[in-house]
């Protein structure tokens, strides 16, 4: 196992916290947020995203369960939920 790239459960919980206390937020700043390297916040998310806990649009995460509601809120720039 390589120390520098990987994901352990304190950091993956951080992260899904975080992810689902935002709604949606970007892996830089779940990194300057949780102090975990880039590396290993998007080792965690594919993790996550595995697991189906997440989903990844547009380079950032949301929690899996605000896909497919169709939330009806706009986060300033919006480029995903307009897909189609």
Do not use: H
């Amino acid at each position: 196992m390589g120390v520098n790239m990987g994901c352990n459960a304190e950091q993956k919980s951080k992260i899904l916290t975080i992810i689902y206390q935002r709604g949606e937020i970007s892996p830089e700043k779940i990194s300057e947020i949780t102090k975990i390297t880039i590396e290993d916040v998007k080792a965690c998310g594919n993790i996550l995203k595995e697991e189906k806990l997440i989903e990844e649009c547009c380079g950032k995460y949301s929690t899996a369960s605000i896909i497919g509601i169709k939330a009806e809120y706009t986060s300033g720039d919006d480029s995903c939920s307009g897909a189609g």
